[in-house]
């Protein structure tokens, strides 16, 4: 991510170990996706392989000593693409959500809302993000500038917390959590034909919704972050490949956050909860993705934690 900016709430600033627990959570997810982008750019063809494909095409003209030297080329290349397709495992972090639950018994609440702490937007080359009064604005336009697959993205990481104080009693000893946000505006997509000089054509997006609640433990040597809940939803919104024509997708306005239950809350600790709203990009051949005709506006709210039945 390049291009990340932090607002905060004054009235309630997030905690510094709770901001660093949120930040070993996602380098954590950070690994992860870098780990997928990778195995994704490896397994596609490269520029090189790509022209050569077009010069194997060409192969029944060349003269002898050219088609030999072109199938050589061809054999060093597929030994490169097999080597870079190897991935080498990586261990799973440590869980620490076999803890006991501490006793709970919290005093009737008045507030049973979580109260925002900070907002933290981020966005790749080419695409623009600013905090406004009304909320938070996304625009831009990447036009493809090669035949190899790029990855983009622009989003928010939003942070609240609701004390222990003020979370409310549960008699099934289960709680839900289900924010909302709104997204207003309108995104444009384009994709070229398919040649054998230019190759594939791709312009892909997805919105991803996270919501992923933690408390912090004591451990042996500090607090630890724990989540207690978490949600994901990806919904593909571009999968253009090859049309040459150009497609749009306006967004819904009220978008609810995949709600979590948790069933189980460590008494005597605040209950942390991250949102993340992301637009994922992927681009290839001749392509582009546009925030177009004006911006995307981002609006994201404050919810209450609720008993469960």
Same mark, same amino acid.
Do not use: C, M
């Given at each position: 991510m390049t291009g990340q900016h932090t607002r905060t709430n004054p009235h309630n600033p997030l905690p510094p170990e709770v901001a660093q627990g949120f930040e070993h959570i996602a380098a954590e997810e950070a690994a992860a996706t870098a780990r997928r982008i990778e195995i994704a750019k490896r397994a596609r063809p490269t520029q090189e392989e790509r022209d050569l494909d077009l010069e194997m095409a060409l192969l029944g003209r060349m003269p002898a000593a050219d088609a030999s030297d072109l199938r050589e080329r061809a054999s060093v290349l597929k030994a490169q693409q097999l080597e870079r397709l190897q991935v080498e495992d990586t261990p799973y972090p440590a869980s620490y959500a076999d803890r006991t639950p501490m006793e709970f018994e919290p005093p009737a609440p008045t507030d049973t809302q979580f109260w925002a702490a900070? *907002?933290? *937007?981020?966005?790749?080359?080419?695409?623009?993000?600013?905090?406004?009064?009304?909320?938070?604005?996304?625009?831009?336009?990447?036009?493809?500038?090669?035949?190899?697959?790029?990855?983009?993205?622009?989003?928010?990481?939003?942070?609240?917390?609701?004390?222990?104080?003020?979370?409310?009693?549960?008699?099934?000893?289960? *709680?839900?959590s289900a924010p909302q946000v709104e997204l207003f505006g309108r995104l444009l997509t384009y994709t070229g034909a398919y040649d054998i000089f230019s190759g594939d054509c791709w312009s892909k997006c997805w919105i991803v919704r996270r919501q992923t609640l933690t408390q912090h433990l004591f451990g042996p040597s500090g607090p630890v972050p724990t989540v207690i809940g978490e949600a994901v939803d990806v919904q593909n919104i571009f999968h253009e490949e090859n049309r040459h024509a150009d497609r749009e997708f306006r967004l819904p306005g009220t978008q609810p956050m995949p709600s979590v239950v948790v069933n189980r809350i460590f008494g005597g600790l605040?209950? *942390?909860?991250?949102?993340?709203?992301?637009?994922?990009?992927?681009?290839?051949?001749t392509a582009f993705h546009w925030i177009y005709p004006s911006d995307v506006l981002l609006r994201m709210f404050q919810w209450p934690l609720l008993p469960n039945a």
């Open positions: 900070d *907002w933290n *937007w981020f966005a790749s080359p080419a695409f623009s993000v600013r905090g406004l009064a009304d909320g938070i604005h996304f625009s831009g336009k990447k036009t493809s500038d090669s035949g190899s697959l790029q990855f983009y993205n622009y989003g928010v990481k939003s942070r609240y917390g609701i004390s222990h104080d003020r979370i409310p009693p549960s008699a099934t000893g289960r *709680w839900r605040t209950v *942390w909860a991250e949102l993340e709203v992301r637009f994922d990009i992927q681009l290839e051949g």
